[in-house]
């Protein structure tokens, strides 16, 4: 307040506005030197990402193909066999017909099929008389492939059996479509392609690991080293530091963004049915949000070694198991649930899965920009107080 | 060698209370792998045990209500609203109100009674279509079950063929199971290896890495004090998320602690010495997370972890042969899940000693001549 001499309050705000302004840039332009200039920043800014997206477009799936199971044919009738055909022809499984259960199950022990399919000796016979089994088998090790499996070696069987019916050499065989059939519907994602919801959960991942990491360690090292007591005898303000040292990192997520978003697009053809106007908003905010954790944790700590193992811990591996992403928030116990509400990749994540396949859905995106601008506030102030106390 | 292995258990001392002397590091390294193994291991399930659905009825008939009890006695499916009319249905899915929308037509009853096949509709929120497709299979088990109660009760056969299901392993398919023993390695990976490649990071930031090569230690002892610690800090991080997963979920563990312990040692060691490898390229400790996160992500990613090897493509799933975590993941699920031996990990084993082997000797090299 001593720059306040002679002049009215309108003229010394002004000044001290310019002169603040003049800071911050030349504090702002410091630092982008620094991370233009350290080819870490820029691996994780520009490399991490396009690593990500070729591994969510091209890599991950949860989608199960060419599942290998084994066929065990006891007896190779013709009933038998045209079943074990039927199963050769979807895409799905990779048969391997064998003739006995124990060769069969030593290929399951090791590794080699995912299941084992059962036709037993007297199959035709008793699907002749109309109560047939057929036994399956399937590695539990895996549960969701496991479940998968099931499901379509059921489909499978089921379409077999329905095609005898409809051609008429099927006596009293009903097949195991019952009564009652369900038509499922899979809304905003109808050919199921886990692609679909893998691809916009990569944003998460790389807006998180951007904006956590890039600024983890740089409070921290400038305490380390000791500069950072050199900048507190100018007349830098503290939060005039944060915004310098967020701006530079801010821009450069943002680089990660539109990479992201632009694969995502056109690469990989996944549908952005929202607005991209609020999908970048949101994503701004997000990013803030992950920077000033990573801020935060930094001036918190002051050690570059803690720093980097704090970093670590929020950021990669809560994205991915517990903003919803991968796994359903709603199935996890009340406990579990509250940690998840803590966490900003949540709503990142509800508004992400939203805006590219279902469209703008104010119900969805209002309550969740909302919490990530209070949390981005929240955290600014955090950041600042916890660089002040340090000060005196 | 005495004096050489004397040495080296100095520095290993010397680094231990380099690293663990800070209480804040000392709680960073030993706590969260067993409270993550503790949130994840309740958060990391495909299991479905609340999906909240709404139903439209439009039959309100006595069929329809037994085939809605069904549902509801579940235990798995929680009824959030009774839709009036079918224009109802697109806000109940977009606002995520209900994950599901069971519709049950008008003439429901009367086509069942006739004998005439009756649908069922199920519309499921797609956002995340590994989720809905576990919902919808929930729904199409439970209309199985009405379907073989409705033909025993109206005096029809019983269907003329059935899949008869068994599940080895893990009968009740419940995915912890597969995740427990997965995170042991994927916790540790992330945590080791950082915390090698700082630790040299730190010394070369420091300017001590320099003092050090004029001491009498020779390279290869000096990089054996750091991958040691390592190591041991590793493998007390994969004890604690296998307590948390025996003791704590109770997963019965069927192997055998001789076959696994020196399965992680060899991952540690492969993990540890890619981790001292790209210590070399980094000049300061910024640099030094950044580029271990590189390379942490794509080897967590592409374990197995989360989305099974086997439906990646052929390409990604070579790339994954360089990558130490899946063996671990493969190693840690056989020995505790099946009870696996030496011999049925044989091809888990020799890539990692291999791997180690590669990485050690390279960065033995790198720490030898690497230009300051």
Known sequence: ?392 | MLASLLRILALTRKELLAVLKDRRARLSLLIPPMVQALIFGYAATYDLNRVPYALLDLDHSAASRELVSGLDGSGVFERVADLPRASAVPDTIDSRRALLVVRIDQDFERHLLAGQPADVQAIADGRNSNTAGTALGYVSSIVQQFNTQWRADHGMPAAAMQVVERAWYNPNLETRWYMIPGMIGTLTLIQTMMLTVMSVAREREQGTFDQLLVTPFRPHEIMAGKAVPSMIIGTIQASGVLVVGQLWFRIPFAGSYFVLYPGLLLFLLAAVGMGLLLSAVAGTMQQAMLYSMLFIMPFSLLSGFTTPLASMPDALQEFTLINPLRYAIDIARRVYLEGAGFGVLAHDLWPLALMALVTLSAAAWVFRYRPQ
Not at chain 1, 290 to 308: D, E, H, R
Request: hydrophobic residues 55%; charged residues 15%.
């Open chain 1, 1 to 392: 307040m001593s720059e306040a001499s002679a002049a009215g309050p309108e003229a010394h705000s002004a000044t001290s506005g310019r002169r603040r302004g003049a800071r911050v840039r030349a504090l702002i332009r410091k630092e982008t030197r620094q991370m233009v200039r350290d080819p870490s920043s820029i691996a994780i800014g520009v490399i991490l990402p396009l690593i990500l997206i070729m591994l969510f477009g091209f890599g991950l799936s949860l989608d199960v193909r060419n599942v290998p199971l084994a066929i065990v044919l006891e007896q190779p009738s013709g009933d038998a066999v045209d079943l074990s055909e039927a199963l050769r022809l979807s895409p799905y499984f990779r048969p391997l017909v064998l003739q006995a259960m124990a060769p069969a199950e030593q290929l399951l022990q090791r590794g080699r099929v995912n299941g084992i399919l059962d036709i037993p000796g007297d199959f035709a016979r008793r699907l002749a008389a109309g109560d047939a089994q057929v036994q399956l088998i399937v590695d539990g090790s895996d549960a969701n492939s496991a479940r998968i499996i099931e499901g379509y070696v059921e489909g499978a069987v089921g379409s077999w059996s329905a095609q005898r019916a409809a051609e008429g050499r099927a006596g009293k065989l009903a097949g195991i479509a019952g009564p009652v059939d369900v038509q499922a519907r899979l809304w905003f994602n109808e050919s199921d392609e886990s692609r679909y919801f893998l691809v916009p959960g990569l944003l998460v991942l790389v807006m998180t690991l951007i904006g956590g990491l890039l600024t983890a360690m740089v409070m921290a090292r400038e305490w380390e080293l000791g500069t950072l007591e050199a900048l507190f005898v100018t007349p830098v303000r503290s939060e005039e530091i944060l915004l310098g040292k967020t701006l530079p990192y801010f821009g450069l997520a943002l680089v990660g963004f539109v990479l992201s978003v632009l694969s995502a697009k056109f690469l990989f053809e996944v549908p952005l049915r929202g607005s991209i106007w609020v999908l970048s908003l949101a994503s701004m905010l997000y990013t803030l949000v992950a920077l000033s954790i990573g801020l935060l944790i930094s001036s918190a700590v002051k050690n570059q070694l803690v720093a980097s193992q704090l970093a670590a811990l929020t950021t990669f591996m809560p994205a991915l198991m517990l903003s919803g992403f991968l796994f359903d928030l709603r199935s996890m116990p009340a406990a579990v649930r509250l940690v998840t509400y803590l966490l900003p990749a949540r709503y990142y994540v509800a508004l992400l899965q939203s805006l590219f396949l279902a469209g703008d859905v104010w119900s969805v995106i209002v309550p969740n920009v909302l919490v990530l601008a209070l949390m981005a506030a929240a955290l600014a102030l955090g950041g600042r107080a916890v660089t002040r106390k340090r000060l005196a």
